[in-house]
């Protein structure tokens, strides 16, 4: 057996108070929480029951097993999406799981829309805007709104993208971003009005109301983590 001279002292006080932080600074949007990694490693069975008691309903992990076991933790209703998406295979997994997959490629999206039975599933459609690491282009979204009805039956629910430089308010490419995703669910409420939206993470919060639109995703910041100046000296540490 392996024996550990290290203690973790983890903080939910400060957990609640950093939440309801972001939730108020979220202002009409619902605000999620990101426990990946186990809760970026704080622990993913104390994080998301505790939140879930603050009134959190959103939570974002990586993989199809994160997703799996934090659904084992919470009671209903609550929403838990994986951000990596859906391997192949696993479609109808996701569906008899009842979970929710990020979509982030032309492929993976093909996939879930051949694969999954109308009116079976829940899907996120994540376009690129600028961060360049994950999600379909705008010019591979057009294609996929020629058939709405398609996204619409294989259960299209949000549109999603990511900041790449939220944590410095000034840089011009948060307002191109902002002004691409504006397109984005623009051109997808058009032929799905119901389609919700989401750009902010915990920096991305703090840039202001037009970058909110349905739901913040909070991450680092609930863990105590200052990633923007305007959180800087307001956060708790929960380790």
């Known amino acids: 057996m392996p024996s550990y001279s290290g203690l973790l002292r983890v ?129 591979e979204l057009q294609e996929f709104l020629k058939e709405p009805d398609r996204l619409e039956g294989a259960g299209l629910v949000m549109v999603m993208s990511h900041l790449a430089c939220a944590d410095e308010p000034e840089h011009e490419l948060n307002r191109l971003q902002l002004a691409a995703f504006q397109r984005v669910v623009r051109q997808v409420r058009q032929r799905l009005p119901g389609v919700k939206a989401s750009l902010a993470n915990s920096a991305g919060v703090l840039l202001g109301r037009e970058w909110h639109f349905d739901l913040a995703r909070p991450g680092i910041a609930l863990y105590g983590g200052e990633c923007a100046p305007g959180l800087v000296g307001r956060l708790a540490p929960v380790v």
């Open 11 to 139: 903080n939910l006080t400060a957990l609640r108070r950093n939440w309801r932080l972001l939730r108020e600074l979220s202002g009409e949007a619902d605000c999620g929480a990101v426990v990946k990694a186990n809760a970026y490693g704080v622990g993913v069975a104390p994080v998301t029951q505790t939140l879930y008691s603050e009134g959190c309903r959103d939570f974002f992990v990586a993989t199809f097993e994160e997703a799996v076991q934090v659904k084992r933790l919470l009671p209903d209703p609550c929403n838990v999406y994986a951000l990596q998406g859906c391997s192949p295979g696993l479609e109808m997994r996701f569906i008899e799981e009842n979970l929710i997959p990020v979509l982030v490629s032309q492929p993976m999206v093909q996939r879930w829309l051949d694969r999954v039975p109308p009116g079976c599933g829940r899907f996120v459609l994540k376009v690129n805007t600028g961060m360049n690491r994950l999600g379909i282009s705008p010019e």
